[in-house]
């Protein structure tokens, strides 16, 4: 089809995020970051892969203060990574328990530290180690004079910005599940156990198109469901449930992440008017989401509209949040986060509220932010409780 975009990026992509970092850096006297969590390796490289599933080696990517970055990676990446733009490419067999690249990276930082200078490390919300603390504490005690600044702040401010080309990318994954979503009252039934409504709603993804499908959730019960993150059981829908699917589909590591609600033979009015107040909750997200607008703003126009029917000030914590290589990514649509949107941000708005025994409801919808406000990029739910 001529409307699927061409997978990867070219060069031009990663030097431009390469030298938007430098710049950085530059302002806080860093020389250098050093990467080691999946989406921060690929955003920089175009490194690409599954075997990152395996726990059993670490990998390692290090942009300078100035030039491409460097990768210190196991063996077995080494001809994937050739293919990348990078040129200097590090390596070492691995595992090996004893020295998991270590002796490779003291080398790479050792001038570094023997000048005292700084380099970055993310160490903030929503990132890890992904090595072993152990190995981080060898290494660091190589490196006598290396002073360690938390890069978490570099890394947010880049990626939350799409660039055309992700943007594009995260916006045919949003059509796939859209399309997707479309087919569902083909495939879902009474009678059918939801675990095999899970099953048909992953093929069909995949033949629309989808490279994978890593995230699906959701619940369903009568007259409306009591959890969305447990996995499916074999119960058998029936007429009165309510059912709710939620999915982060990929395509050339790229996620949508939104969700549907639908009813079985009939709903009741609680359920009805929950998916009215939380349509219209995503309605005034979405004229509220525009550039220099606080994320906790659209949080509490959101909340505003929730509260005429649930005033417990939503217990999830936030009602959406950014979205790209990652299903969650910063900033988030919460009362703590002052975060300013700008323009080219791909954010969920992500209501939800309680409602009877224990039950819930969530809405979600997929934006871009334009300069003149926000464009869906999920095809907008049905204003009224679909009865399948």
Same mark, same amino acid.
């Given at each position: 089809?001529?409307?699927?975009?061409?997978?990867?990026?070219?060069?031009?992509?990663?030097?431009? $995020?390469?030298?938007?970092?430098?710049?950085?850096?530059?302002?806080?006297?860093?020389?250098?970051?050093?990467?080691?969590?999946?989406?921060?390796?690929?955003?920089?490289?175009?490194?690409?892969?599954?075997?990152?599933?395996?726990?059993? $080696?670490?990998?390692?990517?290090?942009?300078?203060?100035?030039?491409?970055?460097?990768?210190?990676?196991? !063996?077995?990446?080494?001809?994937?990574?050739?293919?990348? #733009?990078?040129?200097?490419?590090?390596? #070492?067999?691995?595992?090996?328990?004893?020295? &998991?690249?270590?002796?490779?990276?003291?080398?790479?930082? @050792?001038?570094?530290?023997?000048?005292?200078?700084?380099?970055?490390?993310?160490?903030?919300?929503?990132?890890?180690?992904?090595?072993?603390?152990?190995?981080?504490?060898?290494?660091?005690?190589?490196?006598?004079?290396?002073?360690?600044?938390?890069?978490?702040?570099?890394?947010?401010?880049?990626?939350?910005?799409?660039?055309?080309?992700?943007?594009?990318?995260?916006? =045919?994954?949003?059509?796939?599940?859209?399309?997707?979503?479309?087919?569902?009252?083909?495939?879902?039934?009474?009678?059918?156990?939801? !675990?095999?409504?899970?099953?048909?709603?992953?093929?069909?993804?995949?033949?629309?198109?989808?490279?994978?499908?890593?995230?699906?959730?959701? @619940?369903?019960?009568?007259?409306?469901?009591?959890?969305?993150?447990?996995?499916?059981?074999?119960?058998?829908?029936?007429?009165? &449930?309510?059912?709710?699917?939620?999915?982060?589909?990929?395509?050339?590591?790229?996620?949508?992440?939104?969700?549907?609600?639908?009813?079985?033979?009939?709903?009741?009015?609680?359920?009805? $008017?929950?998916?009215?107040?939380?349509?219209?909750?995503?309605?005034?997200?979405?004229?509220?989401?525009?550039?220099?607008?606080?994320?906790?703003?659209?949080?509490?126009?959101?909340?505003?509209?929730?509260?005429?029917?649930?005033?417990?000030?939503?217990?999830?914590?936030?009602?959406? =949040?950014?979205?790209?290589?990652?299903?969650?990514? #910063?900033?988030?649509?919460?009362?703590?986060?002052?975060?300013?949107?700008?323009?080219?941000?791909?954010?969920?708005?992500?209501?939800?509220?309680?409602? @009877?025994?224990?039950?819930?409801?969530?809405?979600?919808?997929?934006?871009?932010?334009?300069?003149? @406000?926000?464009?869906?990029?999920?095809?907008?739910?049905?204003?009224?409780?679909?009865?399948?």
């Amino acid at each position: 089809m001529s409307d699927i975009p061409v997978r990867g990026f070219q060069e031009t992509e990663f030097s431009a $995020r390469t030298k938007r970092a430098q710049r950085l850096m530059a302002t806080q006297n860093i020389a250098g970051m050093l990467l080691m969590s999946e989406p921060e390796v690929r955003y920089f490289s175009g490194f690409h892969t599954l075997f990152w599933q395996s726990p059993t $080696r670490p990998w390692f990517l290090f942009v300078p203060a100035q030039g491409k970055p460097i990768a210190v990676i196991p !063996e077995i990446g080494a001809n994937l990574m050739r293919a990348t #733009w990078l040129d200097d490419i590090r390596t #070492w067999s691995a595992p090996a328990p004893a020295d &998991d690249g270590l002796t490779l990276l003291a080398a790479l930082l @050792g001038p570094i530290a023997a000048r005292g200078d700084t380099i970055g490390i993310m160490k903030g919300h929503e990132t890890s180690l992904r090595m072993p603390l152990g190995d981080y504490e060898r290494l660091m005690a190589r490196l006598p004079g290396l002073k360690i600044a938390d890069a978490t702040g570099i890394i947010r401010s880049l990626r939350m910005i799409k660039s055309a080309a992700e943007i594009e990318k995260i916006t =045919h994954i949003c059509a796939i599940a859209s399309r997707t979503f479309d087919q569902v009252p083909n495939i879902a039934r009474e009678g059918q156990a939801f !675990e095999d409504l899970f099953r048909s709603f992953r093929r069909e993804a995949l033949s629309q198109g989808a490279d994978d499908i890593p995230y699906l959730v959701g @619940g369903a019960d009568q007259g409306g469901y009591f959890d969305v993150i447990s996995p499916p059981s074999r119960r058998p829908l029936a007429g009165g &449930d309510i059912f709710m699917l939620d999915t982060g589909v990929t395509w050339d590591g790229y996620f949508c992440d939104f969700d549907r609600n639908f009813a079985i033979g009939h709903a009741d009015d609680a359920s009805r $008017r929950a998916y009215d107040v939380l349509w219209r909750a995503t309605q005034a997200g979405i004229e509220a989401a525009r550039p220099g607008v606080m994320c906790s703003e659209v949080f509490q126009t959101m909340q505003n509209v929730i509260s005429t029917m649930d005033n417990q000030g939503g217990d999830v914590g936030r009602l959406g =949040h950014g979205l790209g290589m990652q299903l969650t990514e #910063w900033p988030s649509h919460a009362a703590f986060d002052d975060t300013i949107i700008k323009e080219n941000m791909v954010l969920t708005l992500e209501p939800s509220l309680g409602y @009877g025994d224990g039950r819930i409801m969530v809405h979600e919808e997929n934006i871009l932010v334009q300069s003149d @406000g926000a464009k869906l990029l999920s095809k907008r739910a049905a204003p009224q409780l679909p009865i399948l």
